[in-house]
């Protein structure tokens, strides 16, 4: 390890291929997913900010869930927004509380505004300082715009590939 190593920023995660469908939502991470009801955090879990899943990761990227176009991002790193080109709004929101983390343990890849396709790295975030921060890392997937549809179906759970279709809304 050189001096200067510590320093520099790890470099961008590759794009992941997968294939986008319409009305479809892929899995932004690898992992477990699980029913947003075994959210840790109550207004995740009683779908306040829209309904959706959860996935307990295994991996440390997230990845575009679909094409579209990035609505938000938080300073701190912790989550961004997205509006698909089919007019689905998701919220990728990693942890619980990480916003108190102030960024530390999370590269953003993306700014507000930007194009984004399927599979591209959005965001890699340190697992192990998040839980050493004390926090979970589960990584909440949520359809913000619910309203504007008559369902929206979550897979059931199981383990997930950043990719695989894991939201489906009509």
């Known amino acids: 390890m050189g001096l200067f190593d510590k320093f520099k920023k790890p ?22 997913a699980v029913a947003l009801s075994e959210a840790p955090d109550p207004v995740f879990a009683q779908g306040i900010l829209g309904q959706g899943i959860v996935i307990k990761p295994s991996g440390s990227v997230a990845y575009a ?5 990035v609505s938000a991002t938080m300073g701190s790193g912790h989550g961004v927004g997205l509006l698909s080109d089919d007019g689905i709004e998701v919220l990728i929101h990693i942890g619980v509380d ?7 343990g999370f590269q953003m890849y993306v700014k507000q505004d ?5 599979g591209q790295p959005l965001v890699t975030f340190d697992r192990a300082k998040i839980k050493k921060a004390g926090h979970p ?3 909440m997937v949520l359809i913000s715009n619910t309203a504007e549809y008559s369902s929206v179906n979550p897979i059931d759970p199981q383990p997930v590939k950043a990719g695989q279709p894991v939201i489906t809304v009509s």
């Not at 990480?98 to 960024?103: D, I, L």
């Open 11 to 32: 470099s961008k995660p590759e794009p992941i291929a997968c294939t986008p469908a319409p009305k479809t939502v892929l899995a932004p991470v690898d992992g477990q």
């Open 65 to 69: 869930p679909f094409n579209g176009t």
């Open 98 to 104: 990480t916003v108190q983390m102030k960024g530390e």
């Open 114 to 118: 930007e194009k984004v396709k399927a």
């Open 137 to 139: 890392d589960d990584v």
